[in-house]
C-alpha cells in the first residue's frame, strides 16, 4: 500500500506562473523586478483555407489552432470554444468530409483542405434539413454547443452510412444502421451542459428518416 | 503554448533526420493529445515536424498473413477496415470505444500508443509530477488517486496509460515499426514498447530521440472469440477506470490484456493458463503483486468481476 | 404595476399565443452559428486585443512579489495588470471573493494577473512568464473535518422548530435516522466566462456573458469603483450560467483593467475550461442528516433535516433543509443549517440551490422510510401531504398538486410493475430497478421592467434587460406581447440583455421566466391603456387582436393607432406580499428507471418521467426542454458529478471537462414529461410560475432509490460511482 499521506509542502514557494519547474521545495528569497529578457516574434507562416467554399490565405502564428484561425482570423465566430481541450465538441467542423475537434489541430496543417463549419451548412434565411430539425425538436437552449452538435450529426449521419462501427454496433462486422442507440453513442463527443439530448436525438432521426428505438 | 517553428516532412527518413538534427523537435500527426498538452505548456516542442504527408496511412497484408497498419491511420479507419472488423475484432471494439468520433477521425495509430497519461497532476503545472517534472514528486500518491494504477508502480508514479487500442495491440502481440535519423528500422515487440514508471517515469517508451514509429503491424488472425470489455463512469466519451482486451478460444483458453492497471497496457501471459480455472483464479494470478490505494482498491474485485464476465460473453 | 392581489380574468386567459409550443425566435440564429456571445463581438469592438488571467497557484496565503519583466517584454504584449498597478478595487457585495488576487490570496485560481496582447496567442504566452512568489498560509480545505466547527449563519433562517421534534422522534414507531453527503460541484456551462471590455473616457462598456444585467452593472460599480451610470452592460445570448453567471466574475473585472491600461482598446478575454473549476463559483458540498419518525400507516410525526456546508470567511450556507420545511406534513419538526470556513473558491448559487442537494437527501430518507413501513413510495408521499405551510399552518399553498404528480407519474411511467423487492429483475448482465421521489422548488417572484413600443408599421417592440440563458426567454417574452398586444409572432421584436433597457428580473431560481414575462404584461397593459387613450377608446372593454384595436363597432389598425411617431410605455410588476400570505412552490414528481451491471456495477439510467405543477405554462416547447435538461443534470449530480478537493493543496484537482464528468448523449435515454393543468393566479397575472429548476429537484434521489430498487445497495454518499455498489450487489 502507499502511504496516503499529504504531500510535504513549504509555506513558501515560487511558482512560475505556471511553468513546470514549480517546484514546492524551499524556494529563494522575493526578487527584485528584473529586466524582461528580449525574445524573438512568434514564427508566423502563410495557410491556404477553403472554408464554406471559400478560398482564403491568411498570414497565422504557427500556434494558431483551425478554430482560432476560423474564429479570430475569419471572422467566423458559429464555430465555439467550449473547452480548447478537445473536451466538449463545440468547436466541430467538418474537414475534408470527416467532423473533427478544430481546437487539437493547428491552422498551418489544414493547407488546401475543404472545411465546412456551421456557417457553411445553411444561414437563417436557408436552413441545411439538420439546422431545421434542431429548430423544430428544440434541439438546444442556450446555443453554444448548437454548431458542434449540428456538424456532428450532419458527419454522423455519413458514418453510419460509410459503414463505420462505434462501440455499440453488435455485430462489429456488420453494416451499422440508424438507431437511437447509435446515434446517441456517435454524438457523444458533443456534450451540452442544458441536457438537450433528448431532443438532439429526435432531430437527428427526423433528418434520417428514422423513429427512434429507445 | 511555446512559439515553434513547423515544418511538413515528406518521407519517414526525412522526418527522423529533422528531428534529429532540430533541438526540441517533436513529430506531429493528429495532433488530439499533444497539442492538448501543448496548450498548458507540458509539452513546450522548439519545432513541429507535421508527419501527416508521409503516406504511412495504408493498412496493407503482411507476407505471414497479418496486417501491417500504418502509423497515420486514423482510428477510425482502423475500427472500420474490414479485415480489422472480421480478424481482430478486440481491435475495433478497442478503438471505437475510446475518446468520441471526432477525435478518432484525427487520432493515429502511432500517436494513440504514445498517448500520455490523464493523471491530474500531471496534467496541473502548479503541482509535483515527476513524470512532467523528474524530481518533483509525486502528487497523486497521497492525493486523488481513484482513477490510477495499482499494477507495476513505483514510489515515484502512479500513472496509468490512457489507450484503449494499446491494450488491443498487446492482446494481439502488435509489433511496432521505427526509423531513425540514420534510416535504421527495428521493430519492437508490443509488450516492451512502454515501459513501467520505475525511476524515470518520464521516460515512456523504448523509442530512442528523434525514432520515428511508421507502422504497427498484426501478426496472422488467431481466431477465437474477441471481447473489449470498457468499465467507466460516464457511458461513453470517458477514459477507462480498468479495461479487458481478451480473447478467447474454445475450450476457455486465450490472452487477456488490461487497460487502466498500469503505465503500460496490462498483461500477465503467465496468467492467462488460469483462464480455464475461471475468473478468481485469473485475477488473482493477474493482479499479483498489486500495490493499492484507499481510492482505487476498488479496481481489484472489478478486475475479477470484469474478467468474470468477459467469459460469460465468450460462452453466450 | 403592482401585484398584491390574485389575478382574475385577464387577457393572458385567451391562451392564443401563450400555451403554444412555438419554436425558439431566436433558434434560426443559434443553428446557424450568427446569434453572437461576448466573445464574439469584433461587430461592435472591432480591433480587439486579448487578455489571458493567470490565477493563483496556492489557495491561501500572500503575493510576495510578482515579476512582470519577462512577460512585458514577450512579443505582441501590451499591457500586463496586477494588483500593483490596476489602481484601488473594491469588493462588490454580491462577491465573497475578490475578482484580483493581492497581496493576499484567498483561492486557488483567484485571479493575480491579466496579460493584454495582440493576439490569444501571444497573451497566453507571455502569461507563463509572470513570475509570482507566493507566501503559503494554511487553509482550511476540507469539510468533514471542519464540520464540528461550523456556526450558525447571521443570515436567512438557518433554524426552523415547531412542535416537540425530539420527543415525537423518540416515540415514533418507525424512523430513519441517516448521514448523506453530496459534493462540489461545477455548473460547467458550455461557455465559459467571456467578456469584451471598452472604455470610451470614462465610460465603460461590456459584452459579457451574464444572467443579472442590474446586477452585473452594480457588481462592476463596486469593483471599479466607477459610478453605475458609466457602465453599459450588453448580454443578448449567453451560453449557459446554471448560476455561475449572475455576478460578474474575473473575466469582466481584468477585460476591463486591461483595456483601460492600454487606453481603453477593446480587450476580449474568456476563462479557459480549468479556470472555470477553481476562479469561479461551485455549489458546496454537503453534509445532511435526516430523521423522520413516523406512523405504522406512514404519517409523519417528526422530521429533522440538518445540513452543513462550507465557505469562504464571509459566505453563505448552501440551504439544503429548504424543501423540508414546506414539502410533508408532520407536527413535529426542525431544521438546522450550518457553515463552516472553507479557504476553496467561493461557494454560491448553481441551479436550484437548497432544493437539488437538500432534496437527494429527503428523498432517499423518504425512500428509506417507505421500506421500513413495507409501504409503497408513491403512497407515502400521498399519505404526508400538506395543503398548507407546516410550520403555519394558517399559511395555505397558493397552488399544490403534488398529489396530481404523483398519480400521474406514477401512471405514466408503469410504476405498479415495480417489484419492492430489490435486485429481482434482471436483463441480460443488467439488474434493472424503479426509483422515485417528489420534486419541489420555492416559486420567487422579482421585480421585473419593460418597455413596450409599437411603430407606424404595427411593429411591436419590447426591450428589458432580462436575460435568455437557454431558457426560452426571447420566446416566451415574444409571445407575451403577441398575445398582450393582439399582434402574430413575426410583428413582435424582442430585445433583451442591455442595460440601457429597463430592469428586469433577470434570470436566476427560476424566477425570469414568470418574472419578466410580468413585467412585459405590465408594459404591455400600460401601452394598451395608452393606445386606448389615444383612440379614445374605452379602455375596459376594449379589445386588441389581429393587429387592430377593437372597441364595440369600432376597429383601427395598430399601425395607424401608433402613427407616425409611434407610441410606446414603460411599467414594471412589483410584487407584493403574496408570497408571504401564500406559500408558493412547484411540485413534480420524478420516476427512473436505471441498469446495474451485475458485474462492473456500472449504472446506467434506462428511462425517465415526469409529471409537473408549475402554474400556467407559458410555452411547452421550451418548458419541457427546461426539464429535460434539468432532469440531465440530475443523471450528473446522482451518477458523476464530483469536484474533488485536495484537502492537501485545498482546490478541485479533476479541473476539465475529461476529468469532470457531466452528462453525454450516451447517458441519457428517452425522457418523459408531463405538465400538470394548472392557473396560479397568486403567483402573477402569468398565472405562471418557475420551471428552470423544478425538474432538478428530486431527480438524483429518484435515480439512488431506482439503484437500491435493482442491487439491494443504497448509496448514500453522492454520486453513485460504481466504486460504491461493486461488492455489496445482492
Partial sequence: ??????????????????????????????????????????????????????????????????????????KLTGTKKGCDHGQCGACTVIVEGRRINSCLTLAVMHEGEEITTIEGLGTPEKLHAMQAAFVKHDGYQCGYCTPGQICSAVATLGEIKAGIPSHVTGDIAAQPTVTTDELRERMSGNICRCGAYANIIDAIHEVAGTERTA | ????????????????????????????????????????????????????????????????????????????????????????????????????????????????????????????????????????????????????????????????????????????????ETVNAAGATRAIPIADFHRLPGATPNIETSLAPGELITAVTLPKPIGGTHIYQKVRDRASYAFALISVAAVIQPGGRGRLAFGGLAHKPWRVEAAEAQMPNGAKATAAAVLAGARTTSQNAFKLPLVERTIGAVFEDAKA | MKFDTPATANPTDRMKVLGKPIDRIDGKLKTTGTAHYAYERSDAAPNAAYGYILGSSIAKGRIESIDVADAKAAPGVLAVVTYENAGKIGKAKNHTARMLAGPDVQHYDQAVAVVVA???????AATKLLRVNYARAKGNFDLAASQGSATKPKSGTPDTAVGDFAGAFAKAAVKVDERYTTPDQSHQMMEPHSTTAAWTGDKLTLWTSNQMIAWAVGDMSETLLIPKDNIHVMSPYVGGGFGSKL????????????????????????????????????????????????????????IAHESWSGDLPGGGPETAPNATRLLYAGANRMTATRLAVLDLPEGNAMRAPGEAVGLLALEAAMDELAEKLKMDPVQLRIVNDTQVDPEKPSRQFSQRDLVGCLKTGAERFGWNKRNPVPGQVRDGRWLVGMGMASAFRDNVTMKSGARVGIDKKGMVTVATDMTDIGTGSYTIIGQTVAELMGVPMDKVIVLLGDSSFPASSGSGGQWGGNSSTAGVYAACMALRESVARKLGFNSDDVVFEDGKVKSGNRSVSLSEAAGDAGLSAEDSIEFGDLT?????????????????????????????????????????????????????????????????????????????????????HADIPMQDVFFMDELDEKSSPMKAKGIGELGLCGVGAAIANAVYNACGVRVREYPLTLDKVIGKMV
Fill in chain 2, 1 to 176: 503554448m511555446k512559439a515553434f517553428t513547423y515544418e511538413r516532412a515528406t518521407s519517414a527518413k526525412e522526418a527522423a533526420s529533422a528531428a534529429a538534427r532540430m533541438p526540441g523537435a517533436k513529430f506531429i500527426a493528429g495532433g488530439t493529445n499533444l497539442l492538448d498538452l501543448m496548450k498548458l505548456q507540458i509539452e513546450t516542442p522548439q519545432h513541429l515536424i507535421d508527419v501527416n504527408g508521409l503516406g504511412l496511412d495504408k493498412i496493407a497484408p503482411t507476407a505471414d498473413g497479418g496486417l501491417r497498419v500504418g502509423a497515420l491511420v486514423r482510428n477510425t479507419d482502423l475500427a472500420a477496415d474490414a479485415r480489422v472488423r472480421k480478424d481482430y475484432g478486440v481491435l475495433s471494439r478497442a478503438l471505437v470505444s475510446g475518446a468520441s468520433g471526432q477525435l478518432r477521425n484525427k487520432a493515429t495509430t502511432a500517436g494513440n500508443l504514445l498517448q500520455r497519461t490523464r493523471c491530474p497532476y500531471f496534467y496541473d503545472t502548479t503541482k509535483p509530477c515527476n513524470k512532467r517534472q523528474p524530481g518533483s514528486g509525486c502528487a497523486a500518491i497521497g492525493g486523488f488517486n481513484r482513477n490510477l494504477a495499482i499494477m507495476g508502480t513505483s514510489e515515484a508514479c502512479i500513472a496509468t496509460h490512457p489507450s484503449d487500442m494499446a491494450v488491443a495491440m498487446r492482446v494481439l502481440d502488435a509489433t511496432v
Fill in chain 3, 118 to 124: 495582440e493576439t490569444f496567442e501571444q497573451a497566453r
Fill in chain 1, 1 to 74: 500500500m502507499h502511504q496516503d499521506e499529504g504531500f510535504p509542502v513549504s509555506r513558501r514557494g515560487v511558482i512560475a506562473g505556471g511553468v513546470a519547474s514549480a517546484t514546492l521545495a524551499a524556494a529563494p528569497a522575493a526578487q527584485a523586478q528584473t529586466q524582461g529578457s528580449a525574445q524573438p516574434a512568434p514564427p508566423t507562416m502563410p495557410v491556404t483555407l477553403k472554408v464554406n467554399g471559400r478560398t482564403t490565405k491568411i498570414n497565422v502564428d504557427t500556434r494558431t489552432t483551425l478554430l482560432d484561425a476560423l474564429r479570430e482570423n475569419l
Fill in chain 3, 580 to 664: 408571504k400570505t401564500y406559500a408558493q412552490a412547484t411540485f413534480g414528481a420524478h420516476f427512473v428507471e436505471v441498469g446495474v451491471d451485475s458485474a462492473t456495477g456500472e449504472i446506467r439510467v434506462r428511462r425517465m418521467s415526469g409529471a409537473f405543477a408549475a402554474g400556467r405554462i407559458l410555452n411547452p416547447k421550451s418548458a419541457r426542454s427546461q426539464v429535460i435538461g434539468a432532469m440531465t443534470m440530475g443523471v450528473g449530480a446522482a451518477l458523476m458529478e464530483d469536484a474533488i478537493v485536495d484537502t492537501r493543496f485545498g482546490y478541485f484537482v479533476n479541473h476539465d471537462l475529461a476529468e469532470y464528468h457531466v452528462p453525454a
Fill in chain 3, 247 to 302: 455576478w460578474i466574475r474575473s473575466d469582466a473585472v481584468m477585460a476591463a483593467l486591461g483595456s483601460r491600461a492600454i487606453g481603453g482598446r477593446p480587450v476580449k478575454l474568456a476563462l479557459t475550461r480549468p479556470q472555470v473549476m477553481n476562479n469561479t463559483t461551485h455549489r458546496p458540498a454537503t453534509i445532511q442528516r435526516l430523521r423522520i419518525g413516523a406512523q405504522k400507516g406512514g404519517k409523519i410525526t417528526a
